[in-house]
């Protein structure tokens, strides 16, 4: 059985790669720009769409806003950008919002912060795919009513490729991106000429008639209009998703980091916002016409539209009014516009599980999330992502609209708080500046990310404001959750250090004067102490400590530790290219038995045991992979030493008080009850987990 799975996992994954090609190159400007951008450019093939299929809902006349709402868009967006740009001349070590909002507000903000930014790239990766699968139907009009299966299919791709670690050749994943932002230029440059020359082809839903849902016949007058307008807005605010990418990423970009991020900023913003608004004018131009239920809501000379009419996407109608019905550039537009949305999901699928691995190395996140796969990812996050990402496809079928409605609240409530924090930072930092010419530096960059704050403070409210009952609420719920599972692990965490935290008193207590064999190390805490202890008092003619080398920083802390403490018991570190914890040990142990093959190897392993499930959770395995191994090796005696948690003492302390009540219950009701059996007896086996 092991054997298939493992063939399996070879078959999906690939053969492991050495930790030594872990790739450490920084990105050069020219690179970064298209790939730090994929996400708010493939915006442009669904922000449109979502803009005038809102607006549709008060009628044909409501449409003619649409532009303006695009420029509005635009015009936040680069204020935005703006403010970024000195969030990463302060900050230019790539931990983004999170460390931003964690180092000025505290620990809670940075929790939401981050719990928000996993709940985008969640959507940004559904989002993404959806819209993608309504391209390739729109290229091949006969898969109607599968794109659940396509974009589910999407995702499922994107999960392998970056479980095998491909798609890390940064110029080929930018050739898309670049290729992408240069046929729409091409689409705004043309089809402005032949709009104002008069020649842009006639679409078919250029005639048809918008009709109003209940309740705006009057269109955009009233505040029902005002709403209308205000909900168009915080749709099109999909298209500033990502712009967040720079700050996330300076540390992989090449020196001088922080100016390159400022510059890729400023040009990621000029170029989304020419490409949006210009699409949104040519749009209004060319009479389109998009609905979310087509054959409700147009109609054709007063009675209903075709039953074979296929609603394109915008950029599919674009593509026909300025290159012609029939033109092979519809085709080469609808494939570049896939592939730059697989890039966008692809590049969630990079920040995802880094941002958990920092998380993970803050306590706030299982640690099994910072550990490097067979592949050199981080396999658990990719997964994580994969899964839930699968989920949302799965439960709304790909329906863009109602996805679109969850998304942007996770960027703009990090965006908030980061411009909070940013606040902050300048606040400080003036208070402890003498150089006036720097305090009036610091006080400009304080009135952008005070205009930051305002705008995105403003927009999140719209979003709420229009939003909240068509589904935003979940998006919400979703950070909440996040938050509080966050916060319960690191308070876990934390109690798990307190108590393990050596002092010299404890030490000295606890160390017997004898013992001997092999002690498994990962790190020095209480567990490992006692188990040298434990092997000690044995007597055994030979002993020795065994520390498997998955990481060069962990090991070498440990080993200064180990000196640190001048334990009487030398420790060996095992090599392990391939981040393998069992097999560098039963290699050991072969060794020992082959030399001397009538000897007994025990083997002492420190273990946990905890009082609650979800505890197993948060802990990893490794005792349970190594003792399940050994057990298949002949002359091999496996030893577990444990050390029993607070939550474990609590559960036994829970178990003597409900024998003491049913005793005393008995006593009280004149029954005669036998003595109660030793409370071990009651617990439930314990679970153990690797220190």
């Known amino acids: 059985m092991l054997s298939f799975l493992d063939a399996l996992k070879r078959a999906v994954v690939g053969q492991p790669f050495m930790t030594r090609r872990i790739p450490d190159k920084p990105m050069r400007k020219r690179l970064a720009l298209p790939l730090l951008s994929a996400n708010p450019l493939s915006s442009m093939a669904y922000a449109p769409d979502e803009i005038i299929l809102t607006l549709a809902v008060a009628g044909l006349a409501a449409l003619h806003v649409a532009p303006w709402v695009g420029v509005a868009v635009a015009v936040i967006m680069l204020l935005i950008i703006l403010s970024y740009r000195e969030s990463v001349r302060a900050y230019p070590s790539g931990g983004g919002d999170y460390e931003i909002a964690k180092t000025n507000i505290g620990p809670s903000a940075g929790i939401i912060v981050a719990a928000a930014l996993m709940v985008d790239f969640v959507l940004t990766v559904a989002v993404s795919t959806s819209s993608a699968a309504h391209y390739i139907i729109a290229m091949f009009p006969a898969l109607a009513g599968s794109q659940g299966i396509i974009a589910g299919c999407g995702v499922v791709i994107l999960t392998l490729i970056n479980l095998r670690g491909r798609g890390k050749n940064r110029t080929l994943a930018s050739i898309p991106v670049i290729l992408f932002v240069a046929a729409l230029v091409v689409l705004i440059v043309v089809g402005s000429i032949r709009a104002a020359t008069g020649t842009l082809e006639r679409l078919a839903s250029a005639d048809f008639e918008v009709l109003p849902e209940a309740g705006f016949d009057s269109g955009l007058t009233g505040l029902l209009g005002v709403l209308v307008v205000l909900r168009a807005f915080s749709t099109g605010s999909a298209a500033m998703t990502g712009i967040e990418g720079p700050i996330s990423n300076v540390h992989a970009l090449k020196a001088p980091r922080a100016r390159n991020a400022r510059a890729i900023l400023l040009m990621l913003g000029f170029t989304a916002a020419a490409i949006s608004i210009g699409l949104m004018f040519l749009a209004r131009a060319a009479d389109i016409r998009v609905t979310e239920n087509p054959h409700e809501n147009l109609r054709l000379n007063g009675g209903p539209i075709p039953d074979n009419y296929v609603q394109d996407p915008v950029l599919g109608q674009l593509a026909h009014a300025v290159f012609g019905l029939n033109s092979p550039l519809f085709y080469v537009l609808g494939v570049l516009t896939v592939l730059v949305l697989a890039t966008a999901g692809h590049m969630a699928f990079r920040s995802f599980p880094n941002l958990a691995s920092l998380l993970a190395h803050d306590g706030f996140l299982p640690r099994q999330l910072r550990r490097r796969g067979d592949r050199l990812g981080y396999s658990n996050g990719i997964l994580a992502l994969g899964l839930a990402a699968l989920c949302l496809v799965v439960v709304f079928q790909a329906h863009l609209t109602s996805l679109i409605q969850l998304y942007v609240v996770g960027v703009f409530v990090s965006f908030t708080l980061s411009q909070l924090g940013m606040l902050r930072h300048w606040g400080r930092k003036a208070r402890n500046t003498a150089s006036k010419a720097a305090r009036l530096r610091i006080a400009r960059a304080r009135i952008l990310n005070l205009v930051g704050l305002i705008i995105t403070a403003t927009v999140l409210f719209v979003v709420l404001l229009t939003r909240l009952t068509l589904g ?6 979703a950070i909440a959750v996040l938050y509080l599972v966050m916060h319960s692990i690191h308070e876990h965490y934390e109690q798990v250090e307190r108590e393990l935290k050596i002092d010299d008193l404890q030490y000295s207590r606890a160390l017997p004067s004898r013992v001997h064999a092999l002690i498994l190390v990962s790190s020095i805490r209480k567990p490992v102490l006692r188990a040298v202890a434990s092997a000690r008092a044995s007597r055994p003619s030979r002993i020795e400590a065994l520390v498997v080398d998955v990481d060069n920083v962990s090991t070498e802390r440990t080993l200064q530790a180990w000196d640190k403490l001048d334990l009487p018991v030398p420790i060996r570190v095992l090599a392990s290219p391939y981040r393998e914890t069992t097999s560098p040990i039963t290699d050991y142990i072969r060794s020992i038995r082959a030399r001397y093959p009538r000897d007994l190897v025990v083997v002492y392993i420190p ?29 091999v005696v496996v030893a577990s030493v444990p050390w029993q948690l607070q939550s474990s003492r609590e559960l036994i302390a829970q178990y003597d008080d409900a024998a003491a009540d049913s005793a005393e219950s008995s006593v009280s009701a004149g029954s005669i009850t036998p003595a109660p059996s030793a409370p071990s007896s009651k617990i439930p086996p314990k679970e153990s987990h690797g220190s």
Do not use: C, D, M, S
């Not at 935003?472 to 719920?477: F, G, P, Y």
């Not at 905890?610 to 298949?632: C, D, P, S, Y």
């Open 472 to 477: 935003a609420w979940l998006a919400i719920a």
């Open 607 to 635: 273990e946990y045991v905890v009082g609650h499930w979800w505890e197993q959770l948060v802990h990893n395995q490794t005792a349970l992979r190594i003792k399940t191994r050994l057990h298949f090796e002949p002359g």
